[in-house]
């Protein structure tokens, strides 16, 4: 099944405590992100990855990491997690351009930081 | 930068009534205008795009979009609503290549 997954689904950690999320998908695709989504706010994107090795910031990168050493994972990384931090994050898959082609969405990961 | 501005936070509408969600994005030039649906404790779904020719975009679940560019909009439609398709629904724009933008979301609720 394609499909794009994400670990954990629930987390709460505590303030400075580092965390990483990962992401896979299993369509080959060249394009990935990952955003959060706040109440009223929509989803904001914070990084984005066109191809492997490839990286670029979003709307709202401060404060995350990530890396893409293979096509299928895209790992999230929050060095010294905060309070602010706390929120919903998916990641998602295209191929080639997201600006012409739909995003698959992986099924999100409710962060809290205390 | 560029915005797009849902000004609806909720919509309600009786089952088997036609709706409509409404979108407005900010001028550039050619938008890439999308719509997702994300269904409670999932990711968002693909609906359907705008990227170029007929202002009127067909996607799933017998959703349809109107593109305006005079009004700089985007709504979303649908001829009879379910109360399946009670969800939440966000429009969003690319952003100077692959960025999408996305609005607040609209929560559409179809009542029995």
Redesign the interface.
């Known amino acids: 099944e394609a499909q794009v997954t994400q670990n954990p689904r629930y987390l709460i950690t505590v303030t400075g405590k580092k965390l990483t999320v990962t992401c896979s998908q299993n369509m080959n695709h060249e394009y990935m992100s990952w955003y959060r989504q706040d109440p009223g706010l929509g989803l904001r994107q914070i990084y984005y990855s066109m191809n492997v090795e490839v990286t670029d910031k979003g709307d709202v990168p401060e404060g995350y990491k990530v890396s893409r050493k293979e096509k299928r994972n895209f790992p999230l990384i929050l060095e010294s997690p905060s309070p602010n931090q706390t929120s919903l994050y998916f990641c998602a898959s295209s191929s080639g351009s997201a600006t012409y082609n739909e995003q698959f969405f992986g099924p999100g990961t409710r962060l809290t930081v205390l | 930068a560029q915005s797009?501005a849902?000004p609806e936070?909720q919509v309600n509408v009786a089952e088997g009534n036609p709706l409509t969600v409404k979108c407005t994005y900010s001028v550039s030039g050619n938008p890439?205008l999308?719509w997702?649906v994300q269904y409670p404790?999932?990711?968002?779904?693909?609906l359907l795009?705008y990227?170029t020719g007929d202002n009127l975009v067909k996607g799933s679940y017998g959703f349809e979009a109107e593109f305006n560019k005079s009004q700089t909009s985007f709504h979303l439609k649908k001829p009879s609503a379910l109360v399946s398709d009670s969800a939440l629904y966000?429009c969003?724009q690319?952003?100077a290549?692959?960025?999408?933008?996305?609005?607040?979301?609209t929560r559409l609720m179809v009542k029995p």
């Open positions: 797009v849902q936070d890439y999308f997702y404790n999932r990711g968002l779904q693909f795009k990227i966000f969003a690319d952003n290549g692959n960025m999408l933008t996305f609005g607040g979301g």
